[in-house]
């Protein structure tokens, strides 16, 4: 099927040269569906659906128009590229259209590639990409709902390796962005990528024992991210969470706010409106520290006895469910160096892998890689070793630093945790 998607995209486009139009793309959809019906213990209907959805879009200069079709006969892709052409002159100009430069991405890549391999002390590339991604959602229903949504984004990432053999060590760098604007330097992304590698040559292990960890704000919004999985409606519906009682308690130390907010301009997570055709708002999860509600779609909302909060999503192939959008923890007057000298002697986590979560209980166990502070400063990069805590006691003793980039979806600082159980040598 693939190959023949790409048979008619190619046949469009070729079908729009021929036609004159200075610039085209071309999407080629197939769908296959089949449902049946039982009565009594016998089958009653059988339906079977499939076809093949096509579009094209001319350009011509600043001026851009697009056709569609369910015919792949070429006479029809020749009318479709004509009828385009002749739409796209006497479209009104549109400053902002336009393709993507044939070589822009792989210059990209190119470039943070070679930015990493001239740092001292890295040996290879592992790899280095950039991409261009754009996707456009409606949704309509017989209540009497019709909206839609598109949205864009540019990325480019570097993953380096530093040390040779089991010496080597890897770290990466990478940059997304809905706005091509707003994108790092390549050259900037593979010098941090192949900086990072380098620093955590001679990684060993660290002491083990109960010590204060600072997770680096790379790897810090996955502890907001056990939170906001724990007051999702769904596991509070089913009783599996270790804050299915905790509505109305403090969950995070005073003065701190948990805030989604899904209409932040240029995040990629932004909606006008939830998978369900609910208005979305923005709104405290936590404020000052204490619970605010849960995260809610219509089904589990009717479950809970509450309305829903417009935080439903949904693929093509499943129903509605419940999930949170951007969010914003409030951050701190410190920067992480000075959280680094506050801790005196303990572990700075930039890496996690695995992960051991109860989702009942809020037990925490994960491997981690990273830096051994002693004296409040870096001493030396470790790896293979594990944390452990409590989720609902490691959440009420954070420390928030200053560090968080605004453009994420889930803007969280560098955390300081006291206390965890660290398993090293």
Excluded at 68 to 84: K, L
């Amino acid at each position: 099927m693939a190959r023949d998607l790409e048979a008619l995209a190619a046949q469009m486009l070729d079908a729009a040269r021929r036609a004159g139009a200075e610039a085209a793309d071309a999407i080629a959809v197939a769908g296959d569906s089949l449902s049946i019906e039982v009565r009594d213990g016998a089958l009653e209907q059988a339906e079977r659906a499939e076809g093949v959805d096509v579009g094209l879009r001319v350009l011509m200069g600043r001026r851009q128009a697009c056709v569609s079709a369910s015919d792949v006969r070429p006479e029809t892709f020749a009318a479709m590229a004509e009828r385009a052409v002749a739409m796209a002159r006497e479209a009104p100009e549109d400053p902002w259209c336009g393709l993507a430069a044939p070589a822009e991405r792989e210059a990209a890549a190119l470039a943070a590639e070679a930015a990493a391999l001239a740092v001292p002390g890295v040996s290879k590339m592992d790899s280095a990409g950039a991409g261009w991604r754009a996707s456009e959602v409606f949704l309509a229903a017989t209540n009497g709902f019709a909206g839609g949504y598109a949205r864009t984004s540019r990325s480019i990432q570097a993953v380096a390796i530093a040390g040779e053999g089991l010496a080597m060590e890897r770290d990466y760098a990478y940059d997304d962005r809905t706005h091509a604007a707003d994108l790092d330097a390549p050259e900037a992304i593979g010098r941090r990528a192949g900086e990072r590698a380098v620093a955590r040559t001679g990684a060993g292990k660290p002491p083990t024992g109960a010590f204060p960890v600072l997770f680096d704000e790379r790897v810090a919004a996955s502890l907001i991210g056990h939170l906001v999985q724990a007051i999702n409606g769904a596991a509070i519906a089913r009783g599996a969470s270790w804050l299915k009682d905790a509505l109305g308690e403090r969950v995070l130390p005073a003065g701190i706010d948990l805030v989604e907010d899904p209409l932040r301009p240029r995040v990629a997570g932004s909606r006008p409106f939830d998978g369900e055709g609910l208005p979305v708002a923005r709104r405290l999860l936590v404020a000052d520290g204490v619970l605010q509600g849960w995260t809610l779609d219509l089904a589990t909302g009717r479950q809970l006895g509450l309305a829903s909060t417009g935080n439903a999503v949904r693929g093509t192939s499943a129903p509605p469910s419940p999930a949170a959008g951007n969010l914003a923890l409030t951050q701190g007057p410190d920067g992480r160096d000075a959280l680094i000298a506050r801790m005196g002697t303990g572990l700075l986590v930039t890496g996690l892998i695995g992960a051991s979560i109860n989702p009942t209980t809020g037990d925490y166990s994960r491997g981690a890689s990273g830096f051994w502070v002693e004296n409040g400063a870096i001493a030396r990069p470790v790896n293979e070793c594990t944390i452990a805590g409590n989720l609902r006691a490691m959440l009420a003793t954070i420390v928030p630093g200053n560090d968080a980039r605004p453009h994420l979806g889930r803007v969280a600082p560098s955390l300081l945790v006291d206390g965890l159980v660290v398993a090293g040598a």
